[in-house]
């Protein structure tokens, strides 16, 4: 499954800034105005290159894709399009009001049926666990839908240094409870702090991923710094933002969302376009930047990895 964590093998001739993670083709075409300009210039060799293999070969090629070949999104993308109702419940004021939040110092503690409880530091987690990148897509239940660059380790990693013991059946998470700094706390309508929980072999799969990075730079406020979740084939609100505990226990969590409204959000949320939301189709979506809308995939592309997971589960009654 290395194939999943690794960006499409480039040339370093091809690396572009941060700021333009272009496509091939744009790359190309940005390649070819340099090239335009300093036609006459002997040192640009790289961009004449470029500019030649464009004639023989118009092949979208991202620089960074997941391993279905989809180009991830811009950095810009997101880190400014985003669902962190602490902040706000308008995805474009999210990256505004959360860009001063205080995160450090910042501690995890990890606890329950351990053996070995921990309040791990940010910095220690960092330092003790292999920190990888792994290109992810991620499917909200609203029905769209991005492909993003994490960097982080596997959950898997962290709870073998606590020891679980052989009771404990889940996980639950729960976000920092901060209301002078996350204006959206104030809201009644919500039981704050989030919450979120999977079972014990969810969070032991090798997918599932603790992040603390995107494209390589440290995670921002509003995409839940300085450590959050990810579970890439759950919709995205299990991916709980902002953790500061995970404690193991044998019952099954309550989240916020099954609390607000439990016909809509259910405990495995797994993304399954056959099962609709009472709100919405789940059939379909739409990837952020791009004009059609892509047919969704069971478990969000990641079958073969989780399926075994829910082999003695009927999906289309879950939601
Ligand atoms: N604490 C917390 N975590 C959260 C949320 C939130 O509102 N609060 N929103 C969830 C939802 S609905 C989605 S789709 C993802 C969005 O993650 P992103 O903004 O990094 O793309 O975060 C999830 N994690
Ligand atoms: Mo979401």
Redesign the pocket.
């Known amino acids: 499954m290395t194939h999943l964590y690794k960006s499409v093998p480039i040339r370093s001739s091809e690396i572009t800034p941060k700021e333009v993670f272009l496509s091939r083709r744009d790359f190309i075409k940005a390649a070819g105005v340099i090239a335009g300009s300093v036609a006459l210039a002997a040192c640009a060799p790289e961009a004449a290159e470029s500019t030649s293999e464009s004639t023989t070969n118009d092949e979208v090629r991202p620089v960074f894709a997941d391993e279905l070949g989809n180009p991830a999104n811009t950095y810009e993308e ?1 880190t400014t399009y ?5 902040f706000s419940t308008n995805k474009e004021a999210v990256a505004p009001l959360s860009k001063d939040f205080t995160t450090a110092p910042w501690t995890v503690e990890v606890t329950g049926m351990v053996n070995k409880p921990k309040t791990f530091g940010v910095e220690d987690l960092l330092s003790m666990f292999t920190q990888e990148e792994r290109i992810y897509r ?1 499917r ?2 609203e029905a769209w839908s ?1 492909v993003i660059p994490w960097n982080g380790f596997s959950l898997a990693s962290l709870l073998k240094e606590v020891e679980p013991t052989s009771d404990a059946q889940y996980l639950r998470f729960e ?1 920092v409870y901060r209301p002078e700094e996350m204006k959206g706390q104030g809201s009644p309508f919500y039981p704050w702090p ?1 919450q979120e929980g999977l079972r014990i072999d969810e969070a032991m799969n090798d997918l599932t991923l603790l992040a603390t990075g995107v494209y390589g730079e440290t995670i921002l406020p ?3 710094a300085p450590i ?1 979740l990810v579970v890439p084939w759950k919709y ?2 299990k ?4 953790i500061v505990k995970i404690e193991l226990t044998d019952v099954r969590p309550n989240t916020l969302w099954s609390t607000v409204a439990p016909n809509e959000y259910g405990f495995y949320a797994n993304v399954n376009p056959n099962v609709d939301h009472p709100r919405w189709s789940q059939a379909s979506e739409r990837r952020i930047g791009e004009l059609t809308r892509r047919e969704t995939l069971m478990f969000n592309g990641y079958g073969e990895q989780v399926a075994d997971l829910y082999a003695d589960m009927d999906l289309s009654l879950h939601f």
């Open positions: 997101i985003n669902n962190y109702y602490e991620l909200c239940v991005m976000t989030y509003s995409n839940g959050r995205g609100f991916s709980i933002k902002s």
